[in-house]
């Protein structure tokens, strides 16, 4: 195998005729690029900040990826606490795309006098190499871009947003790692402090790491309370909105939510029975202090209050560990239908809120009744809920 597969990368590697030097214009005459920062050592420093920080966001957006849509011998596993823990992965995914967004400005700024290199490709090998950088960079730009326009909920593309930037990531995250591979030596020749600096190295790395800060520090207050009163770019601010919260959708964005007055839950099990909000108030009331979480990146934490969801399905005869499917009112819309593993639906922290904050909930947080549970996506938070079922 060894001779072998060494015998093929010789093969691969074979110098290439060069093309003709007439050719050779514009960026691609020597000595174009005077800067002394584009060097190995400065690419480095930023390729490890980058590095981490991607590493950080794919593992951060697989664990929201599969608490929001989990693949079937997952979803019966996944854990109903901590109550924060799609809040926590969420923040830290949106937070650290962010911050990868300036880190890949600069480190591709210090690599880019290579793409005008002389010969464009040496070997096969070499435009193999090539190749697969122009991969990574492009799925790496693409990601960063839809992620940072879907913080913002805006969707100028024809693609669907989660499956194109969950496939990305996987391709992003796979180039890096053959990058990393095939740069290894030069990565390690340059990990090390070198005795001497290259002139101005040391401002621009301070200056990277001053945007990072501030791009950073001015979005993550709109998940980490205590950064609240920097938050200056973020798209949210979470503690503005109605009854103390914000609203993603809207009533009235969401079509038309209309109550109807004979609105009743209805509630299917063994023992189908509906109830109007009368009856709902009637019932046993508890408390649960939980975000939501949104996957655009903003959360903010709330007092609900409402019946146990637990306690309705056993009034509907189902015994515990069955999950449910929950209906909204909304006419249409990707959140119409939700279902939820049966390991939230008894957790006594999932509600049927009829109240946030002290007050019956308004239409915009989903009157006359709501779905929270612990540990799960906004997007699975069902308003203007119409109908529990059963699902075997
Ligand atoms: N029926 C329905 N429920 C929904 C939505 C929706 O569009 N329709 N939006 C979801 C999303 S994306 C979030 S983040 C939360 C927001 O809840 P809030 O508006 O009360 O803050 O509700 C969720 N519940
Ligand atoms: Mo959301």
Redesign the pocket.
């Known amino acids: 195998m060894e001779p072998n597969s060494s015998g093929v990368r010789r093969r691969l590697d074979r110098p290439l005729p060069p093309p003709p030097e007439a050719l050779r214009r514009g960026p691609f005459r020597a000595g174009t690029f005077r800067s002394p920062l584009h060097e190995p050592r400065t690419t480095v420093v930023l390729g490890r900040w980058l590095g981490a920080a991607v590493l950080v966001c794919f593992l951060t957006g697989l664990a929201g990826h599969l608490l929001q849509d989990p693949p079937a011998w997952l979803s019966g596993v996944l854990p109903a606490r901590p109550v924060d823990g799609y809040r926590f992965t969420q923040g830290l995914h949106v937070v650290s795309g962010i911050a990868a967004i300036p880190l890949t400005g600069a480190k591709l700024w210090t690599v880019y006098p290579r793409l005008f290199e002389w010969p464009p490709a040496r070997s096969v090998l070499h435009a193999l190499e090539r190749l697969g950088i122009a991969v990574l960079v492009a799925a790496l730009l693409l990601e960063l871009f839809t992620g940072l326009l879907n913080t913002l909920q805006w969707y100028p593309w024809p693609f669907p947003f989660r499956q194109t930037h969950f496939w990305l990531g996987w391709l992003a995250t796979g180039g890096l790692l053959v990058h990393l591979a095939a740069k290894a030596p030069l990565i390690a020749r340059n990990w090390r402090r070198p005795q001497a600096s290259v002139p101005g190295r040391r401002a621009f790395l301070a200056s990277v790491t001053a945007a990072v800060g501030a791009v950073t520090l001015t979005t993550a207050g709109q998940t980490v309370p205590w950064l609240r009163g920097l938050d200056l770019l973020a798209p949210r601010r979470p503690d503005i909105g109605s009854q103390g919260?914000?609203?993603?959708?809207t009533a009235a964005q969401?079509g038309t939510v209309t109550v109807p007055a004979d609105w009743r839950l209805r509630v299917d099990g063994p023992q189908p029975y509906t109830l109007d909000l009368d009856d709902l108030a009637r019932l046993p009331q508890h408390d649960a202090v939980l975000p939501?979480a949104?996957v655009e990146g903003w959360s903010a934490s709330a007092r609900w209050t409402g019946v146990r969801l637990a306690d309705l399905l056993a009034l509907a005869g189902a015994p515990t560990g069955t999950a449910v499917r929950v209906t909204?009112l909304?006419a249409d819309?990707p959140?119409?239908v939700m279902e939820m593993p049966a390991q939230y639906v008894d957790d006594p922290l999932t509600l049927l809120a009829l109240r946030v904050n002290g007050e019956t909930l308004n239409a915009?947080?989903?009157f006359p009744a709501r779905i929270i549970a612990p540990n799960r996506p906004?997007?699975l938070?069902?308003?203007?809920v119409a109908r529990i079922e059963v699902v075997r």
């Open positions: 919260l914000p609203v993603n959708r969401a939501i949104c909204s909304e819309g959140y119409r915009d947080h989903g906004g997007v938070q069902t308003k203007w």
